[in-house]
């Protein structure tokens, strides 16, 4: 049975005095823990790798790693240099995580067969399961329908975390059955889940973790009018949580419950001060 369901947190990289705050992150991680999620990825886009350098990103996902415990951990793996990409799979191929999380190479912009051979040829050094990470928003490049379809026969290409936004597009892989289909984009979570998604991994269950573990498993069980009603509850802090860019409101909504120091690094900044004060309300609810 494929571990790629249910409710995923996509980590951010606490910040104190400039560093990585490790003790916030095992703290976090151990919360997330006890609210039931079912997993973990270490390294994503919400965990700015952008900013860390290998030293702290090989720190980051070792805490991540032993504060998980029994929880799987996916890694992100990132980037446009293919080498560098090749050397990156291959060192993660020796840690104990439980996949990778591989996204379109930003900035290159590859046609569609530049695509698969990106994927299949990471996928073919990985001896862990592959996320494929669909995120045009972020890379600029669109992964097609049909390119999904293709790499879905990969053996060791197992899910995909959504992020275009295309009904189609996700309904047609939820169809088709050979990729577990999970939400990315938080605001589509409870469609995603409702057309028979087959979870998320999503930024908003930072905050009220425990009810989006509740709005899964009653969607999961059909019990549909229980999960509207959670969904309903949460829809105006999934909507704040993308008024500005990831992570800085996810941040400034922990920060508000006194877990985290907000921080981020240059050049992504907090959130406005508006936007902050709404943060401080929801999680107040």
């Known amino acids: 049975m494929s571990i790629f369901s249910g409710i995923w ?23 997330y823990v ?3 999620v079912s997993g973990f990825v270490a390294l994503g886009t919400t965990g700015e790798p952008a900013a860390l350098d290998d030293a702290e990103q090989a720190a980051v996902l070792a805490t991540v790693l032993a504060a998980a ?3 799987p951990v996916i890694a992100g793996v990132s980037g446009n240099h293919a080498a560098t990409l090749r ?3 291959a060192r993660l191929n020796d840690e104990p995580v439980a996949g990778m999380l591989i996204c379109a190479p930003y900035y290159i912009r590859p046609s569609q067969a530049g695509l698969v051979d990106h994927f299949a040829s990471l996928a073919d050094i990985s001896r862990k399961p592959v996320v494929i990470y669909d995120i045009p928003a972020r890379t600029g490049v669109r992964i097609e329908t049909e390119t999904l379809l293709t790499l879905a026969a990969h053996p060791r290409i197992e899910a995909v975390k959504d992020c275009a936004g295309l009904q189609d597009t996700t309904l047609t892989l939820i169809l088709d059955g050979r990729l577990r289909v999970l939400a990315g984009d938080d605001a589509n979570l409870f469609t995603t889940l409702c057309m028979g998604g087959a979870g998320a991994i999503a930024a908003s269950a930072h905050v009220r973790t425990e009810r989006f573990v509740a709005l899964y498993r009653a969607l999961a069980a059909g019990r549909l009018d229980e999960g509207r009603a959670i969904w309903h509850s949460l829809a105006p802090l999934v909507r704040a949580m993308f008024d500005e860019p990831n992570p800085g409101p996810v941040k400034s909504a922990l920060a508000a419950q006194g877990v985290i120091g907000g921080g981020l690094r240059a050049p992504m900044t907090r959130a406005s001060a508006a936007l902050q004060q709404r943060l401080r309300e929801l999680v107040a609810m």
């Not at 947190?9 to 919360?31: C, E, N, W």
Request: glycine share 18%.
């Open 9 to 31: 947190i996509p980590l951010i990289t606490p910040f104190a005095g400039g560093a990585v705050d490790h003790d916030a992150l095992r703290a976090l991680v151990g919360g």
């Open 34 to 36: 006890k609210a039931g």
């Open 69 to 71: 415990g029994d929880v």
């Open 87 to 89: 050397e990156r799979v």
